[in-house]
């Protein structure tokens, strides 16, 4: 009997370690298509656009290297630094608004109140909504709304900015919430059963339980509103478009709720796309500061992951 089963021991190894080699042999087969599709649409384009970033070129074909001058046009363009702080201003604007509101949003959403999956779905829906199109809805709502006191939201570069913030903050938070009422409904019911045993208060529930405990969430949400601050193009392009338009004294237009992503984009199309080298720098660059941003983000809130 003993010897039976040692065999068959013997039988199920053997078929296990034949098995094993097989895949171990073609395992580049399996991956050979998804790295391919991989190399050819992201890392071979991503590579040549810091090629071209030190060439002036309006086709590949015919791309000159220059250096470094498109980069000293790009750090000495008024209009792209602007756009930078701007866009940094209104990612940390939005980055707090949106990550408190939908935390309190989900925080009111898992106390048991009626039609808590209809709020749900409510708040959920505008971020199926396609950014161009969000940004004329929304456009239409401030016309309709700034034009009874004589404005427009493209004459004024605070309310341009704030319709901005507004815009984001209807689509973003019902996604937030989303992962925020995950984040709820995953910490285990001992942890508060043994806080109202203990005596604690709700508030004290809420910043030595809840809140360290929805750490991994506060890391999620707090990556994706960062990064699509940054990014943000689509809503810029259709509600503003940049406006409005300052005149300099060196005879450039500076368009003062431009973002970086649409500065970008118009400085790759400016002059009839004769030079499209600094707008490939800029490219690089704004590529560049969005990683830099996001690794030390996700370092910062995961090391509060750790010592929670």
């Known amino acids: 009997m003993q010897k039976t089963t040692k065999r068959k021991r013997d039988h199920s190894t053997l078929n296990s370690t034949l098995i094993r080699r097989p895949i171990r042999r073609h395992f580049w087969i399996f991956l050979l298509p998804t790295f391919s599709a991989f190399c050819i649409g992201f890392l071979y384009p991503f590579l040549q656009g810091i090629y071209l970033s030190f060439c002036n070129f309006k086709t590949i074909k015919k791309a000159v290297f220059v250096g470094f001058d498109n980069y000293a046009k ?30 309190l949003v989900a925080l009111a959403l898992t106390r048991g109140i009626k039609g808590s999956n209809v709020f749900r779905t409510v708040f959920f829906m505008p971020n199926l909504i396609g950014g161009i199109v969000l940004g004329y809805i929304w456009s239409m709502i401030f016309d309709g709304i700034l034009s009874r006191y004589g404005t427009s939201i493209l004459l004024d ?19 937030m919430m989303i992962i925020y009422i995950s ?34 969430s506060f890391t999620i949400c707090t990556f994706l509103t960062l990064t699509n601050g940054f990014k943000l193009y689509d809503q810029n392009l259709a509600l503003t478009a940049g406006r409005p338009f300052v005149l300099q004294s060196d005879g450039s237009t500076l368009k003062t709720t431009e973002m ?25 660059m704004f590529f560049i500061l969005v990683a830099v941003i996001s690794i030390i983000q996700l370092r910062a809130t995961r090391n509060k992951e750790v010592q929670q």
Do not use: C
């Open 260 to 284: 970086l992503a649409l500065n970008i984009v118009n400085a790759f199309n400016a002059s009839g796309g004769k030079n499209r080298g600094v707008g490939q720098a800029k490219a690089v």
């Open 157 to 175: 570069t605070k309310l341009g900015f704030w319709g901005l913030v507004i815009l984001l903050l209807w689509q973003q938070i019902g996604y």
């Open 74 to 103: 790009a750090l000495s363009d008024s209009t792209f630094l602007h756009a930078f702080w701007f866009t940094a201003l209104f990612t940390v604007v939005t980055m707090l608004l949106i990550n408190v509101l939908a935390f």
């Open 183 to 216: 984040g709820l409904q995953a910490i285990p019911e001992e942890y508060m059963e043994a806080a109202k045993i203990d005596g604690a208060t709700k508030w004290q529930t809420l910043w030595k339980i809840t809140i360290p405990n929805m750490m991994p």
